[in-house]
């Protein structure tokens, strides 16, 4: 039987796709708006998407439909209960950010630490021009080496993330919700951590898990790190935690609303020590070669009977 396949938001996806090794037709297109969702997928049996959501409405149009393939590890933007109760199976991506999500979170740690904004921006509108002495010393520097690091989420990528601060003389503490040996509880998480790193999945139970009791819990000189999903933090709360000097400072790759076209708290350029990327701790182009190759790779298992990363 021949496949169709349709990817929806190549754009996307900055590397190679290669072609699957099996009898198909193939057509992706570089983004797809909410309205040509239906029409895109009405003869496919296979679809690729990153970000396009595949609500129940649309699953319900969409009779040829056997497989979702996401091209990412979160499947938030399936609705999974109606896929599987009309036969569509769901796949995603796993275990592909293991250097550049840490890597990511290992910076935003040193620029966060030693306060690099602050002094950069300093120095640009020339304050440091104007300083009596040689060096300039108006923001707070801590040292990486000795600190402690808690981690929130102590999967995969929490434990790559975990040994690289070990190499860098930190004492790392872990918590999860599935218990594993030598883990703590999250409190202690809260009132131990010079730095503490996001890395659990959104949902109902974990929503808004840190918000203002939480960052009044944590020490006034640390910081929070969310490279995980928008809605693991109190947006809001943690704006105004930073302005109050509640905690030092704060790095996030992801927000509740992505992009953030309606605004958001944590855009307000007067908040101090705080760096916001646009979702891309993920993306170094050795990570989404790794992505992609698995994506296809996912799509040939299942079309050849023997599924992988089924999600269920």
Known sequence: MQQSIVFLDRETLGATVRKPGFDHTYVEYDVTAPGQIVDRLRD????????????????AQLPK????????TGTDIIDKKDAKERGVAVVN???YAFNTVPEHVIALMFALRRNLLAYTRDVQNGVWNKARQFCFLDHDIHDIAGSTLGIVGYGAIGKS????????????IGYDV???????????????SDVITLHAPLTPDTKNMIGAAQLKAMKKTAILINTARGGLVDELA?????????IA?????????????????LLDPTIPNLIVTPHVAWASREAMQILSDQLIENIELFVGGTPRNIVE
Not at 44 to 50: E, K, L, R, V, W
Not at 65 to 72: D, G, Q
Not at 161 to 172: C, D, Q, S, T
Request: charged share 20%; glycine share 10%.
């Open 178 to 192: 599935f218990p594993q040996e030598g883990l703590v509880d999250f409190d202690t998480i809260l009132r131990d």
């Open 161 to 172: 993330i975990g040994k690289r601060a070990e190499a860098l003389g930190m004492n790392v």
């Open 249 to 265: 400072g704060a790095g996030f790759d992801v927000l509740t609303q992505e992009p953030p076209v309606n605004g958001n708290p």
């Open 44 to 59: 496919a049996t296979i679809c690729i998407t990153n970000k396009v959501p595949l609500g129940a409405d649309v699953l």
């Open 93 to 95: 991506i796993r275990n």
């Open 65 to 72: 439909l056997k497989l979702i393939a996401v091209a990412a």
């Open 238 to 246: 943690l704006a105004e935690a930073l302005k109050a000097g509640e």
